[in-house]
C-alpha cells in the first residue's frame, strides 16, 4: 500500500481526527509519535501552519504506515495541491469549498468538508464528503446531531469542536460517526512542555471512550 493513501479501516478503529495546529516542526514530530504510542490512527495538520507542507512530508515519512495523516484548514484549490503534493493522505475543509471537494472526489482523496446547515451538511454529502465536518460544533451538543440523523439519516457527521473523553460517547449515541478533536488531544501548553506522556494518556482515554461505546466494532456509516 501506498504511503500517501488512506486506510480507512484504521480510521474506523479509532474515528477521531487530531488536529496540530500552529506547532513547530519538532512539537509536531514529538506530539505525533505521543499520539502514535497512545493509539490515534489520524491526524491533519493544517494548512494556516507555519512550514505546514514540511510537516506533513516529514509525518508521512515517519508515520504514514501506522497513521493516516492529512491536511486541515485547506480553504482553496492552490492549499490543496500543496497538500497533496507533500503527500496528505485525506483533506479537512473548514467550509463548502467547492473547488476543493471537486478535485478531492476526481482524485479518490477523502475528504471531510466543514458545514453547519442542514443545506450545507446535505450539499457536501451529495458531492461526495467521507464524512461531514460539523463545525463549529461547540454548544450544539448531542441533540443537534439527533435532529440531524433524523432528517438525513444517511449522512456521516463529524462534530468537531466541544468533543472531549467524556462527551464522545455521547455524541457516538446521537449519531456521530467521526470527531475532530483538536485541544483535548494536543493542548498548546503541553506540547510546548513537551509533556509527551499527557499526550498519549490523552490518545489512550479516547481509544477507551471509543471502545466502550462502539464494543471495538465499526459504528456509524463507512463511506468508502
Known sequence: MSLTR?????????????????FSAGETAGALAAAVRGGLTTAEITMDTPGA?????????AHGREMNVGAGT????????????????????????????ERCVARGVPVFPGALSPTEIMRAWE???RLVKVFPAEGKGAGFLVA?????????????GGVS????????????????????????????????????AQCRAFREAWNAVAGGAELGFNRT
Open 53 to 61: 507542507t514540511e510537516r506533513i512530508r516529514e509525518a508521512v515519512a
Open 148 to 160: 440531524l440523523k433524523e432528517a438525513l439519516p444517511e449522512v456521516g457527521l463529524m462534530p468537531t
Open 127 to 129: 458531492m461526495g464528503a
Open 74 to 101: 485547506v480553504t482553496s484549490v492552490e492549499r490543496l495541491e500543496q497538500a497533496l503534493a507533500a503527500g496528505a493522505m485525506f483533506v479537512v475543509t473548514p467550509t463548502l469549498v467547492t473547488g476543493v471537494i
Open 165 to 200: 473523553v467524556s462527551t464522545l460517547g455521547t455524541l457516538a449515541r446521537a449519531g456521530a460517526s467521526g470527531f475532530g478533536v483538536g485541544g483535548p488531544l494536543f493542548q498548546k501548553e503541553r506540547v510546548i512542555a513537551e509533556d509527551w506522556g499527557w499526550v498519549e
Open 6 to 22: 488512506f486506510d480507512d479501516a484504521r480510521f474506523q478503529s479509532l474515528p477521531v481526527v487530531g488536529i496540530l495546529r500552529g
